[in-house]
């Protein structure tokens, strides 16, 4: 008996997996980068001849550069995935920030170093948004959960990387590495197609990237804000239990030393997986909201029991990070919930924003967790800020209407 053979992959099909690959590697580019400034902070900063408490005060403001440039970038580049096309996002925002991690690795002063933090910012801002609108309008409605999974799944490793990379060589010849990465994935791009959806919207003439007309009405701001506010404990894991872990480390009395790098490194390894598991599990409960209400919980959970460690063994407190990780990988489904949620003449401008939003937000998150330090102590700050995270996440996810096969061919009225 002849067994037929499988049939082969149609058009759409290969230009679905070509968008989840190309996605998947500069999402991997632009965590590398993001991460790299906080691996690099100390060396980079002495070599240039800063000391003592001034390289934390520095380095606040260089993050802070960084981050007002992607919040900027996210408006900028949200728009543009409208107006011009996904396609263009994602050429254009490699460029960028391809070209100003390699002048990173040149500068020779704090104000250099300021404004390519913050242009470096502006061209990360876009890769991850325009990558997860292509592929969620490129692939079948019942399985593009699958493909956000694998580019945040894949895309996270870049900060274990980026550990790995700024701990073996130079910083300087670090950021080159990220450069030339970059730049590598423009090959690669040449042969991606165009959304067909924003094609038509765009032959159809609907008005498009009005990033203002996202408040222009209840139901639409209400579902817009509950997008970010749904992401929050993520940022908070990240911003606050990872970045500042030495100092969380010492309130809690950890025996031996706990360094950022290796505590982002298990992490971001953590995330790797959760994201993976979070997309797996939304596919088999066919919901994002029941998905995300599950590891938000689940955080929340191993927040209490992190901040309650005292006098655990650096392992184990590097077991927590891991965890905290984990949990915190409902990233993929955070991102397809956001795109599912808005008309094609307005996803990329949401998809786009709302990460960098929530990126942004780990500003006000870490003002709360020092405000807080003095009456509260260092783990009580941690856990209250963590508490009021979840709790407008929580909130959120009651706002949202579920859109997990939803038909995502459609235009918002403007």
Do not use: H
């Amino acid at each position: 008996m002849t067994v037929p053979a499988p049939a082969a992959p149609t058009l759409a099909a290969r230009a679905a997996r070509a968008a989840v690959v190309v996605a998947a590697l500069g999402y991997f580019v632009d965590i590398y980068d993001l991460v790299l400034f906080a691996v690099l902070r100390v060396p980079s900063l002495q070599s240039l001849g800063v000391t003592g408490d001034a390289v934390l005060t520095q380095g606040v403001f260089l993050f802070n550069a960084q981050m007002t440039g992607m919040l900027v970038g996210g408006l900028v580049w949200g728009v543009l995935g409208d107006l011009r096309g996904r396609k263009s996002v994602l050429f254009g925002s490699i460029i960028l920030y391809s070209l100003a991690n390699l002048a990173n690795a040149a500068v020779t002063s704090i104000p250099q170093y300021a404004v390519l933090r913050f242009i470096a910012g502006v061209g990360l801002a876009g890769e991850l948004g325009a990558g997860v609108t292509l592929v969620s309008e490129l692939m079948r409605r019942e399985t593009r959960g699958l493909g956000t999974m694998v580019i945040a799944g894949f895309g996270t490793l870049g900060a274990v990387a980026a550990g790995l990379v700024g701990n073996q060589l130079p910083w300087r010849w670090a950021y080159v590495v990220g450069g030339c990465l970059g730049l590598a994935l423009l090959l690669l791009r040449v042969g991606v197609f165009e959304s067909g959806m924003f094609e038509a919207t765009k032959a159809g003439g609907a008005r498009r990237g009005a990033f203002l007309s996202l408040f222009a009405t209840a139901d639409r701001a209400r579902r817009y804000l509950a997008c970010i506010m749904v992401g929050l404990p993520i940022w908070y894991a990240v911003g606050v239990l990872v970045v500042l872990s030495p100092e969380l480390a010492a309130g809690l009395g950890v025996r031996g030393e706990v360094t950022v790098a290796r505590a982002i490194i298990l992490c971001y390894l953590g995330l790797s997986i959760g994201d993976f598991m979070s997309g797996a599990v939304s596919q088999w409960m066919r919901s994002r909201r029941r998905a995300m209400l599950l590891f938000i919980l689940a955080l929340q959970a191993t927040v209490v029991v992190y901040l309650l460690a005292r006098g655990v063994s650096a392992t184990a407190f590097y077991g927590l990070c891991l965890a905290v990780g984990f949990f915190a990988g409902y990233w993929a489904v955070f991102m397809t919930n956001a795109s599912e949620q808005f008309g094609t003449n307005l996803r990329a401008t949401v998809t786009t924003t709302v990460p960098n939003f929530v990126r942004g937000a780990v500003v006000p998150i870490t003002l709360a967790f020092s405000a807080l330090r003095a009456p509260l102590g260092t783990p009580g700050a941690a856990l209250a800020v963590g508490a009021a995270c979840t709790a407008l996440a929580l909130l959120a996810l009651l706002l949202l209407p579920e859109r997990f096969d939803a038909d995502l061919d459609y235009v918002e009225p403007l």
